[in-house]
């Protein structure tokens, strides 16, 4: 089996592969760096509210955000090129998932340690927070590399079948996703603003545990990757 054709295919522009993202991620954390300068030089007081409040910082998609859409170039771009060279679906299909899993895990271990760093010096000494954050996780770093690895695995999966079920179904099936998208929204405004108890049912429903939240980060990511399994044997090249 050609798995290093296809993990060669995604990894021959290095700058695009690993470059960029670093590169954007470490200029992220330089704002980030430079902010809590500024805040700093305001007093102790502000430094806490800054903290606190950069929990919910969304800096960190600096670094991951690359990877929402690396599932669906791999699926538009590299996948006819694949076929195109002579690789079958099956060898296209393990390939790709070796990559899927080798940029989580790559992504995952460099935010832990960032986020080692970042809390064993109260963050780099200026109080501020870019790798321990709601997205990454803010509890014990084993917590922060299995949430990171998990979320990252999910969204790849999830852009690439995304990509081969438009192949497959054309158009429709991003109106018909839409559509749906749409109609589930407005029923759960309609829940909130006219039944009693569903706000608070929802609210509930959100605030799960970390171990609740893990499983269906998981259970989305295995959805999305048995899907795209069963799409790249049947999708069309356009």
């Known amino acids: 089996m050609r798995l290093r054709s296809v993990i060669a295919m995604h990894t021959v522009h290095r700058m695009q592969a690993f470059g960029w993202p670093l590169i954007v991620g470490a200029l992220s954390l330089a704002v980030v760096l430079a902010v809590g300068a500024i805040v700093g030089s305001q007093g102790p007081q502000a430094q806490a509210g800054l903290r606190e409040g950069m929990v919910w910082s969304g800096a960190i998609f600096a670094l991951i955000g690359p990877m929402i859409g690396y599932g669906f170039t791999s699926m538009g771009q590299y996948f006819p090129l694949a076929l195109g060279l002579g690789l079958t679906r099956r060898e296209f299909g393990a ?7 080798a940029n989580a895990a790559f992504y995952a271990v460099l935010i832990t ?3 080692i760093i970042e809390v064993a010096t109260d963050g780099f000494g ?15 770093a084993w917590q922060t590399l299995v949430q990171t690895f998990l979320l990252i695995l999910a969204v790849l999966f999830l852009g690439a079948a995304i990509t081969a079920a438009h192949l497959r179904f054309g158009q429709s099936f991003l109106w018909s996703a ?3 998208l749409a109609v589930l929204g407005v029923a759960i405004l309609a829940g909130v603003i006219y039944v009693d108890g569903f706000g608070s049912a929802l609210l509930e429903l959100l605030t799960m545990g970390w171990g609740a939240w893990m499983v269906v980060v998981a259970a989305i990511g295995a959805a999305a990757a048995s899907a795209w399994l069963v799409l790249v044997r049947r999708t069309q090249v356009r």
Do not use: S
Not at 95 to 101: D, P
Not at 127 to 132: A, E, G, L, S, V
């Open 95 to 101: 390939g790709v998932t070796v990559v899927f899993l």
């Open 113 to 115: 340690l960032g986020k």
């Open 126 to 140: 200026l109080h501020i927070r870019f790798f321990d954050v709601v997205y990454t996780g803010t509890g014990p």
């Open 178 to 180: 839409g559509a749906l």
